[in-house]
């Protein structure tokens, strides 16, 4: 990875993470569906990054989004997780092909089919850590899943409108 | 020696995910005790300094409604004003002087973040430890209780809010003066329970709840909402009593943070009297 690709990913950070906290902290819908959007760029992450500056780079997102959230340690703890494995689903999603050619993971050079899976797999394991925690345990089982589909469908909605609005090639007349 | 190390290093990633894991948990831990000081939430500097000009900006869209909330809310002082001084004229003047000098101050702060939809909602001010606020004063709004602020750095403090599954508030049913507790079920914002209030009472829709005033942090009669829905199971011995909170949590433009000038004396009075028993 050259320097223009760090900066490249930094800004993506500093964007992604600012537009979680600022604009959509309090977007909920129903009461239920909360936007998780910043997850996006632990997704879209280059695959030549090691799964330990992964795991790395998932704490420092979570940890950030967690000050802001006065929910200290649950948002760093849920991406861990799914930094943790995204390796590993990669490795299960492998395309016929390979990753040879893949940069980075995203809708374009995946196609829709694979890029559903993989995203929302780990969205939905981003919710159900995030919100079992934040619950404390089990014991409010249905609720806290609600929470739960509802946050991890309308995430992933979300996300696959983004890539779609800026990440595909535009189109010639 | 030397297979230790291999296997170490071939489970380098999961050994690091589980340390990862493991620090995230002490910071969950470590965060969730009552009014512990940390410095990572928002009232630090940085974090407090963006979420400052966010609400700067944001403010202007509910502009009208915060001055319609605020000129009602005058009206209504000015009327208690007159009604207090006449009673305040009746009084012999040693009495007077007693209510006037005050045991409770009362300093106003902007709301420049809050959420109500986790199940642990926090709001952050934009007043901190400058302007004298300390960990365990009250928090009270226009039209009722508001929490019960958490830590503060120099220019904000976060404020646990009444919306927060760990929070019991010292409570009483105004009409027949019971003792009970109030907390948040975790999901309606609107509304919280009302915990332990014994079967002999005679509770009716309706009924006023306010603060007990026995914790010293808010004085007696805080509003905190009115009852909203009665019921009993067969065999048990308290009421199933859910409260329509008076505070609109959506909507928080303007707090008051109380300060109990007395709250010193009266907490080292009860710890004496603890320490004879």
């Not at chain 2, 503060?152 to 809010?161: M, R, V």
């Not at chain 2, 909203?228 to 008051?256: G, H, M």
């Amino acid at each position: 990875m050259d320097n223009k690709n760090y900066v490249k990913q930094i800004l993506y950070f500093i964007l992604y993470l600012s537009i979680q906290v600022i604009f959509i902290k309090n977007v909920v819908l129903f009461g239920r569906g909360f936007c998780f959007l910043y997850i996006v760029f632990l997704l879209l992450l280059p695959l030549e990054i090691g799964p330990l500056a992964l795991m790395l780079i998932g704490f420092l997102t979570g940890f950030i989004v967690d000050v802001f959230y006065d929910s200290l340690g649950m948002h760093a703890a849920a991406c861990v997780l799914i930094m943790f494995l995204r390796p590993h689903l990669m490795n299960v999603l492998t395309p016929r092909g390979g990753y040879e050619q893949v940069p980075v993971p995203t809708l374009k050079l995946m196609g829709l089919e694979w890029f559903s899976t993989y995203t929302f797999i780990l969205v939905f394991i981003h919710s159900m850590a995030l919100f079992y925690i934040e619950a404390g345990g089990f014991n409010r089982f249905f609720f806290t899943f609600s929470k739960v589909i509802s946050s991890s469908i309308l995430t992933f909605i979300l996300i696959i409108i983004l890539q779609y609005l800026f990440y595909m090639p535009k189109r010639r007349i | 020696m030397q297979s230790l190390f291999l296997f170490l290093h071939k489970y380098r990633a999961f050994f690091i995910f589980v340390l990862l894991e493991v620090g995230c948990m002490w910071l969950i831990i470590s965060n969730n005790q009552y009014q512990s000081a940390t410095f990572f939430n928002s009232s630090n500097r940085i974090a407090g300094s963006i979420l400052n000009t966010k609400s700067g900006i944001t403010d202007y869209f509910s502009l009208k409604q915060a001055n319609e909330n605020l000129a009602t809310e005058n009206a209504r002082l000015r009327e208690e004003v007159m009604k207090q001084r006449e009673i305040i004229d009746r009084l012999p003047r040693n009495v007077a002087l007693n209510l006037i000098l005050g045991q409770f101050d009362y300093s106003e702060a902007k709301v420049i973040n809050n959420s109500i939809r986790n199940l642990n909602n926090y709001i952050t001010v934009n007043k901190g430890w400058a302007d004298g606020i300390e960990p365990g004063m009250g928090v009270i709004g226009q039209s009722g209780l508001v929490g019960i602020v958490k830590s503060s750095s120099k220019h904000f403090s976060t404020i646990i809010s009444l919306l927060h599954t760990d929070i019991y508030v010292s409570s009483l049913l105004k009409r027949t003066g019971d003792l009970s507790s109030t907390k948040w079920a975790g999901d309606n914002p609107e509304e919280a329970n009302l915990m332990f209030v014994p079967r002999h009472v005679d509770v009716k829709e309706g009924d006023t709840v306010i603060t007990s005033g026995y914790n010293s942090i808010f004085g007696q009669g805080t509003m905190i909402g009115t009852v909203n829905n009665v019921s009993i199971k067969e065999n048990a011995t308290f009421y199933d009593i859910k409260v329509a909170l008076s505070t609109d949590f959506s909507s928080l433009s303007y707090v008051y943070i109380v300060k109990n000038n007395l709250k010193v004396e009266k907490d080292s009075l009860e710890i004496a009297t603890n320490r004879i028993q």
